[in-house]
């Protein structure tokens, strides 16, 4: 099967936090284990900030807000129709 406009996302970096925060909830020490350490805290700030304002996650930060402050990461759960279903 091939989805037509599925939730893949374009950009393997989101792709990935998408995938394991659909696990279950995630701290950003989580997400940056997830690359190892070797995404730059800038770079996935900013894939961060693209996903929630998508809609894709939700951010909850406690503290100062700072990158280093805790932070929860979950999966938004929209309700929407299949995707458009192209071949078989």
């Known amino acids: 099967m091939v989805y037509l406009f599925g939730e893949t996302e374009l950009d393997p ?13 995630k701290t950003q020490n989580d997400i940056m284990d997830l690359f190892q350490r070797n995404v730059p805290a800038r770079r996935l700030a900013a894939v961060l900030e693209d996903l929630q304002e998508r809609g894709r996650i939700t951010l909850t930060k406690e ?20 995707p458009e279903m192209v071949g078989g």
């Open 63 to 82: 503290g100062t807000g700072a990158w280093a402050s805790p932070l929860s990461l979950e999966a938004q759960r929209e309700k929407r129709d299949k």
């Open 13 to 25: 970096i989101a792709q990935k936090i998408i995938e394991a925060v659909a696990a279950g909830p």
